[in-house]
């Protein structure tokens, strides 16, 4: 019986370390253009590994779009308000899944894949981001998917105009 209540006590302790970490958020992706069909959502959450992206998506072009965060959490004009790629330790234009924070702008995840059917999935883990807090954080900054292909060619990958772009919020702890 002992053991058991020691048991449980430290497994309501764990959790409540996951739960710590555990700051969940998302992304309300709409197309730029009003007369787009793109929509979808990015869902976030902290992670000991990073920041957990993951984004589903319809209505897009088929084939690859450059999908980043961009600086500032605004979708006018054409989404050119979010400004450029996140990029909080000023480093090139690469791919931060692989290369980190110090050697990729910390927005830069590649490109999202759309199926025939227009439909894309993606899921990513950002190391060394946060969605709130810490050196490099997201929330209150927005997602935008690109027109074309990020061809990972500098300064931003050349993937042409703003097709997608939602804001990342707080959902919960
Ligand atoms: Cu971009
Ligand atoms: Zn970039």
Redesign the pocket.
Known sequence: MLIKQVGIGMLSIALMAIGVQAETGVATIKGTDMNSLLKGTVTLMDTSAGLKVAAHLTGLPPGQH?F?I?EFGSCEDMGKAAGG?YNPENAMHGMVVKDGIMKAHAGDLGNIPAGTDGTATLEAVIPDVTLSGGKASVAGRAF?V?EKVDDFSQP?GN?GS?IGCGTIVITGK
Request: hydrophobic share 35%; charged share 10%; no cysteine.
């Open positions: 450059g980043h961009h790629h935008i690109h931003v993937a703003r």
